[in-house]
């Protein structure tokens, strides 16, 4: 079965350095998120991206974040100064489309550990 | 208004017996009400999902009730298994405004006792 994949599992950085996390969306997917979930806490929406674009980012989403799908198959989360509330799990998804696939699908997470 | 408000925290439960979460929501919008599953160290899994055009979706064990007036839906999990014991997450959505940006709960932790 096809599943969303997420790199690394765990990253531990300093206090502002940059982080990048990857994700492989599954193949036929068009539609691609990243969420968030601080320990213990619930799952938040990120940011939603479309047709190489930004279509929808929260409050969350300020601008040391930013996503990229640099070639087919890859999609990046980049933090680029970390801070010591940006330690969380990140949650990359992804769906096939609005209309009939509503589904988002998971990855396993990357967990975030900021010092 | 985005908000969706879950009970119980946490909950435990016999073997056998019903497991029952409960969630409500403010905006009318929503029009898409996911539940997922999540297992420790693991991403949340979609487990089963309904619209408001029913009130009352079955799935194996698993069956969602949605009361479209009071704005509430719930999980209903029947012969709960020590398998089930997870993290469970309520969404909703509005896929005509928000590219399906979910909206989740604060989570139930079950607890399924042998």
């Known amino acids: 079965e096809p599943e969303v994949t997420q790199t690394p599992s765990h990253q531990v950085t300093q206090m502002g350095q940059e982080v990048i996390l990857r994700c492989v969306p599954i193949?036929?997917?068009?539609?691609f998120y990243w969420y968030r979930q601080i320990l213990g806490q619930k799952v938040e929406f990120l940011v939603s991206f479309y047709n190489n674009e930004i279509s929808e980012k929260s409050e969350i989403f300020d601008d040391q974040f930013s996503v990229e799908r640099p070639d087919g198959s890859n999609f990046t989360l980049k933090i680029r100064s970390t801070k010591l509330e940006d330690s969380a799990m990140y949650f990359c998804a992804s769906s096939a489309d609005l209309a009939g696939g509503e589904t988002q699908y998971f990855g396993p997470g990357t967990r975030l550990l900021v010092l | 208004q985005q908000q969706v408000k879950q009970s119980p925290q946490s909950l435990i439960v016999q073997k056998g017996g019903i497991s029952i979460i409960n969630c409500a929501y403010e905006n009318t919008a929503f029009d898409y009400f996911p539940w997922y599953q999540q297992f420790p160290g693991k991403g949340p899994a979609l487990l089963i999902a309904?619209?408001?055009?029913?009130s009352e979706k079955k799935e194996g064990r698993f069956t969602i009730s949605f009361n479209k007036s009071a704005k509430q839906f719930s999980l209903h999990i029947m012969d709960s298994q020590p398998g089930d014991s997870a993290t469970y997450f309520c969404?909703?959505?509005?896929?005509?405004?928000?590219?399906?940006?979910?909206?989740f709960g604060t989570g139930t932790r079950l607890l399924v006792s042998p």
């Open positions: 969404a909703a959505s509005n896929p005509n405004t928000g590219f399906q940006k979910l909206v």
């Open positions: 309904i619209r408001p055009d029913v």
């Open positions: 193949s036929n997917h068009l539609y």
